[in-house]
């Protein structure tokens, strides 16, 4: 097992610091460690404690009768350097460090220690300063935030703590599932490019998705980042970017912010795509986790409502991308089908009155023209129409096709039925937003993402 491996797959995990009170965060790291359902051996190690939720534990990581592939580390920092001594001599491939105290308040000093330690031993540290990891094929939830992590394809790496804890919460409410949560904090030694890296090679990540503060390596992680952007989208969300910003970063993970136009451009050139907001970050990911690869043919936009058509014209403009009239066989296709008044321009308005079954056929023959490579679907919730209706009859007929053939991706816009029925698409693997600037500008990373593979892989 190489070391990166074993912060994702370590057959044993011992919790340093696991703590005998509910409430403090060596107790809920092993409560989430346990009740997440990790498969492998678990170790508390407490000198004060017999047995911490039903589990055996030991004074020391020395005392386990057993090799020990990860150690969470949550004691206060000045203990951690004797902590990972002792965690090298016995073989630990990589060590989790929970505790803050370092870099970011100053103690650099306590920081180049811990990884001098470390190295002795070929062993790798994730943190200090972080709130923990999931890897979810794994059922490991090695992390102080909340429990029931949704399984699915996003790799998403934090470097801010608290916000990458609170986004974890959104991503349940939200049901967006992912393969790995990284809290990054301090990146003592474990880098972003380290991760990138490994999760290039990760079956269960189609997307890997960063908040960044700053970067340790620029070199290397533009070089990583090129290469991993030929096979898996990678989005950033960067943070710093105004001169307070940048400020703020400086006192949060002791990171330099750098300039932003720097940061732009090594973004553009290694393919990376730079979201806007947190929000849109993930729409992203959720699109990219969800949708069929796109490659070529043409973007069709399908909507009840003409307003909601230009505006997602606009956004996919602002985003570079151009809609071209629909194919022909298209426009003969449903020209028969539409009131007189319909437009079959580009997008497609299917006029406010169509009917429940009107609007999913007119999808659904987008969907399955050949000459279409992705579908924006807009519906605007009318009093002849149940968006929960049209998204139930959409999912059954994809379905009965064995699943998306093509990228589909759906703004509906509406009332509360029009909540429910974005669940239930999202729940059957059909990314679904409320917005329709939301829905156009994932479409659109669709697209980009597309156009920059091509460009990497020409340059390779
Ligand atoms: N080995 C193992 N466990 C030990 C130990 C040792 N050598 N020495 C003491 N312990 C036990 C303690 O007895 C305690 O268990 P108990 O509660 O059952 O008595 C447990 O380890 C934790 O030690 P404690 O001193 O109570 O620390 P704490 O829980 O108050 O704080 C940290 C520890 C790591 C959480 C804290 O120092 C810290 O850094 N907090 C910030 C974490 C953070 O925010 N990280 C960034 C998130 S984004």
Redesign the pocket.
């Known amino acids: 097992m190489n070391t990166l491996e074993a912060l994702f797959k370590p057959r044993s995990i011992a919790v340093?610091?696991a703590?005998?009170?509910p409430g403090?965060?060596?107790y809920e790291i092993l409560r989430n460690l346990k009740e997440y359902g990790y498969g492998g051996r678990i170790y508390p190690?407490?000198?004060?404690?017999k047995e911490i939720l039903g589990l055996k534990a030991y004074p020391?990581i020395s005392s386990i009768p057993d090799s020990v592939d990860m150690v969470v580390v949550?004691?206060?920092?000045h203990?951690v350097p004797d902590?990972i001594e002792e965690a090298g001599r016995k073989g630990v491939k990589v060590a989790v460090v929970?505790?803050?105290?370092f870099k970011e308040i100053g103690r650099h000093d306590l920081e180049e220690e811990i990884v001098l330690r470390a190295r002795k031993y070929g062993m790798r540290i994730l943190g200090p300063?972080?709130?923990g990891v999931v890897y979810t094929p794994a059922r490991i939830n090695a992390s102080f935030g909340p429990k029931d992590v949704i399984p699915g394809h996003i790799a998403f790496i934090t470097q801010s703590?608290?916000l990458g804890i609170a986004l974890m919460g959104m991503t349940i409410v939200e049901k967006i599932g992912v393969s790995t949560i990284i809290?990054i904090?301090n990146k003592s030694d474990i880098d972003d490019a380290d991760l990138l890296e490994y999760l290039a090679g990760d079956e269960a990540t189609k997307v890997i998705l960063i908040y960044l503060e700053g970067v340790k390596d620029g070199k290397r992680f533009i070089e990583v980042a090129r290469k991993v952007s030929t096979s898996k989208p990678v989005i950033v969300i960067k943070a710093g970017k105004t001169e307070v910003g940048a400020k703020a970063v400086a006192s949060h993970t002791g990171s330099l912010a750098g300039n932003v136009l720097i940061y732009s451009t090594v973004f553009k050139q290694t393919g990376i795509l730079e979201a806007r907001s947190v929000e849109e970050a993930f729409d992203w990911a959720r699109t990219f986790s969800y949708s069929p690869e796109y490659r070529d043919g043409d973007l069709v936009v399908v909507t009840n409502g003409g307003g909601a058509g230009v505006l997602v014209t606009d956004t996919l403009s602002m985003n570079g991308v151009q809609l071209s009239p629909p194919p022909e066989t298209l426009v003969n296709a449903l020209k028969p089908k539409l009131p007189g008044f319909a437009s079959l321009g580009n997008p497609i308005d299917v006029t406010g009155m169509i009917s429940n079954e009107g609007y999913v056929d007119a999808v659904m023959s987008a969907l399955l023209d050949d000459k279409v490579g992705i579908v924006l679907a807009v519906y605007c919730q009318t009093a002849v129409t149940d968006p929960t209706i049209i998204a139930g009859e959409l999912i059954k007929r994809i379905k009965e096709l064995g699943g998306l053939p093509k990228p589909l991706i759906a703004s509906f816009i509406g009332g509360e039925e029009v909540y429910w029925a974005i669940q239930k698409l999202n729940n059957a693997g059909i990314p679904a937003f409320p917005m329709p600037e939301r829905a156009a500008s994932s479409v659109a990373a669709l697209i980009n993402y597309s156009r920059i593979r091509k460009r990497l892989l020409r340059n390779a």
């Not at 190690?45 to 404690?49: S, W």
């Not at 949550?74 to 920092?77: D, E, I, K, L, T």
């Not at 929970?98 to 105290?101: H, L, N």
């Open positions: 340093v610091g703590s005998r009170q403090k965060i060596g190690v407490n000198p004060q404690a020391s949550s004691v206060p920092a203990m902590v929970i505790s803050s105290g300063n972080i709130f703590g608290a809290s904090g």
